[in-house]
């Protein structure tokens, strides 16, 4: 849905005003290599996407807030003066918990406000739909505000911390900071724990990025989070007696971690390390090939990421597999991969843009007959981060 139908849906519901319609936009995002290491001390790298979630907004002459999307049938109402003083369970809680952040900060919603949320990104992929309005509503509420020169890492940190703790989800950064601080033809290289990040070019020319969702409903991501955690922190124990200095498994290098191992004796503790360690050093190789614009390495290394999630940290399924081996089988696929904690959700390729849509028709079917689900397909390129749509008025 474009702008100008989104300003008539607006008008529709909120009727015509004296006051301006301000439009922000606030994409997804991908993790396009580097998957449960950031736990582990490694670096992530994540890019926003060209589809996310857009925000009409207008002053009210009260001190009402009303809340609505095109998306979801509840609709939520409140006043300046009891932001926060109640959750309800629904989407609006990822909103309202924002506002509770800035004010906490020491930004006031000083005047009502109408918001329409319009989100392309589809709820339960893995592709930050929360993290997409959280962000989105901080900075416009900011903006509306008369703050001009919003800090988009504290955005992000204020928007992480809001799902934390106001609806409850524990979360990590990485999601709020991709969508915060993401740059067009840009992916992000960030430490979760340290916030150091570097925006590393991703010319991807005649190649697009194909998100393909597996529509898996993911059952045991949170049990298994739990227990590859324990793993690595078993592994990092064991490690620490030889190393003391040791602080995170994704320290070492694949070379360190080869002389080391046989010291962790329990097979499935060793190859979760051993994941770590590797993954880690994909992620610093993917970087390098980018910077030389060399998209073939890059997509070797998409590819062993996802064979090592498979067999060493074994958080792949079948439908993540099945899918990830037919992207593989379309010719101008250079590498397919698992996105996200799995047990379902995506799966991210790099795909010649003139194969794009053989690669959607054929994935697609195959996947489909192989295991009885009909996947979703986004073909699409790196986007801007969090923004104003200026010229929409």
Known sequence: MNVTDLQQKFIEKYGESGADIRVFHAPGRVNLIGEHI?????????????????LLIRE??????????????????????????????????????????????????????????????????GLSSSASLE????????????????????LALLSQK??????????????????????KDHAILLMCDTLEYEKVPFRTGAYK????????????VDSAYNERRSQ?????????EQLP???????????????????????????????????NARVLASVEALRNNDLEAFGQLMNASHESLRDLYEVSCSELDVMVEEARRIQGTLGARMTGAGFGGCTVSLVHENDADRFVSEVGAAYEARTG????????????????LKEAK
């Open 60 to 125: 009210r002459t009260d001190n009402k807030l009303h809340l609505a999307s095109t998306n979801m049938a509840y609709e939520g109402t409140l006043d300046t003066g009891s932001i926060g003083q109640e959750k309800t369970g629904e989407w609006t809680d990822y909103a309202v918990g924002v506002m509770v952040g800035l004010q906490g900060k020491g930004v006031q919603v000083t005047r009502g406000y109408d918001f329409l949320y319009h989100g392309e990104i589809p709820n339960g992929a």
């Open 162 to 183: 809001a799902e934390n703790e106001f609806v409850g989800v524990n979360c990590g950064i990485m999601d709020q900071f991709a969508v915060a601080n993401g740059a």
């Open 232 to 240: 690595c922190e078993q592994a990092l124990a064991v490690l620490k």
């Open 135 to 154: 962000v989105l509503t901080g900075y416009a509420v900011q903006s509306m505000e008369g703050i001009s020169a919003i800090d988009t890492v504290e």
């Open 245 to 279: 200095a040791l602080k995170y498994l994704a320290q070492l290098k694949p070379e360190q971690f080869d002389t080391l191992q046989d010291q962790i004796k329990d097979e499935k503790v060793r190859q979760r390390a051993q994941h770590v360690v590797e993954e």
């Open 373 to 388: 689900l009909k996947g979703d397909f986004y073909v699409c390129g790196v986007g801007e981060g969090v923004n104003e």
């Open 38 to 54: 950031d736990y582990n001390g490694g670096y992530v790298l994540p890019a926003a996407l060209e589809f996310g979630t857009t």
């Open 209 to 220: 990025l194909i998100i393909g969702n597996t529509n898996k409903r993911r059952g045991l």
